[in-house]
């Protein structure tokens, strides 16, 4: 299901790296895209069905109405970098991507310009439309 439900973008998920590298690879190829989007956040807290991230849940509704307004050209990609002891780690996987260099979330990545929106920026209502535009 989708995470953002109004949008006519073209949405995927995931948590895994292998799949994270799969979409990354074919929507990077997709000539028919204008513009890619990958948000890295984090995972889901099991006892309250909310992001164990205080940063991610408050860049959340920013990031949803931005994505509102992109067309059925746009891809975004979120992908979930899993639990706070998982993400903590120096070892986690998402942490050492060739693709992106994420070092911590939120964090919003344009593929093709290589512009990125992370930390407080994606909190900021203003930025992230702007980083959207």
Known sequence: SPVFKQAMVRELITNTV?????????LKAD????RVFVLFMAGTDPDTGDSWCPDCRNAEPHIEAAVKGLGDDVA?????????????SPDCPFRHLDEAKVTGV????????????????????????????
Not at 107 to 130: H, M, P, W, Y
């Open 18 to 26: 292998a799949d994270f590298k799969s979409h990354y690879a074919e």
């Open 106 to 133: 939120p964090t919003l990545f344009e593929i093709k310009s290589g512009r990125e929106l992370n930390g407080d920026d994606c909190q900021d209502g203003a930025k992230v439309a702007a980083f959207f535009a």
């Open 31 to 34: 000539q028919s895209l204008s």
């Open 76 to 88: 975004f990609l979120a992908v979930d970098v899993g639990d706070r002891p998982g993400w903590k």
